[in-house]
């Protein structure tokens, strides 16, 4: 059997409740590690530089793209986010399950380049609502608020792009939905090719015997 973790993509809009939704996971299986991206953006209240984000700027950023050492990259409203690439494949040689929590852009470029990962797009039962959670986030000025949802309106043409769906109405329900997809995803015969060599030569050199 396969023993390497596989990539899953996490994306929605912003505001949707991904990020308490990875805590959650996080906290309740193990067998998950969650990819720390670069940004150039400027950390919020409370967040920690190696542990929400490497926070870096524009140059460092760009100098990251150059070496070759991010699996993907995007801009979102007006700053640049990048995952970088010796963590994923660190810890999916190690077995882990990597979880990328990145926009749309991003979920895309993996797709095209790991056409194998699990891409989940995670929204709010509504727009409505979507908007709700990010006013009471109390963490963005209105103009930036604006800017997300104007985002999310954008996003929300690339949806079906996705594998599956999580509505983000209730968050223990969805925590398992997604553990429930990711485990999934282990059994997809994509990730059992020597298997299923080794059974079709066995059963070929069976059939030699009788
Ligand atoms: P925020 O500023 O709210 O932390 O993130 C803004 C958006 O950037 C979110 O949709 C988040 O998923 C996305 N994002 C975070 N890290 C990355 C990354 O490494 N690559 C890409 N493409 N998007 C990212």
Not at 88 to 107: F, N, R, S, T, W
Not at 133 to 152: S, Y
Not at 181 to 193: E, F, M, V
Request: hydrophobic share 35%.
């Amino acid at each position: 059997m396969n023993q390497q973790g596989i990539l899953v993509v996490v994306s929605g809009f912003s505001g949707a409740g991904k990020g308490t939704l990875m805590k959650e996971l996080l906290k309740r299986y193990d067998n998950y590690a969650l990819s720390v991206s670069a940004t150039t953006r400027q950390p919020r209240e409370g967040e920690k530089d190696g542990e929400d984000y490497f926070f870096v700027s524009r140059e460092y950023f760009q100098q990251m793209i150059e070496d070759g050492r991010l699996v993907e990259y995007a801009q979102y409203v007006n700053h640049y986010y990048g995952t970088p690439r010796d963590y994923v494949e660190k810890k999916m040689a190690e077995g882990k399950d990597v979880i990328l929590e990145i926009e749309i852009q991003g979920a895309l470029k993996v797709k095209k380049r790991f056409p194998d990962a699990l891409l989940i797009f995670v929204t709010p039962p509504s727009a409505g609502e979507l908007r709700r959670r990010l006013v009471g986030r109390g963490t963005e000025t209105i103009e930036v608020i604006n800017a997300r949802l104007r985002r999310a309106a954008e996003e929300a043409s690339g949806m079906e792009a996705y594998d599956y769906l999580l509505i983000n109405d209730e968050i223990d329900a969805c925590v398992e939905q997604m553990h429930q997809l990711i485990t999934l995803q282990h059994s997809k015969t994509c990730y059992h090719l020597d298997f299923l060599s080794r059974m079709r030569e066995e059963l070929y050199h069976l059939d030699d015997r009788q």
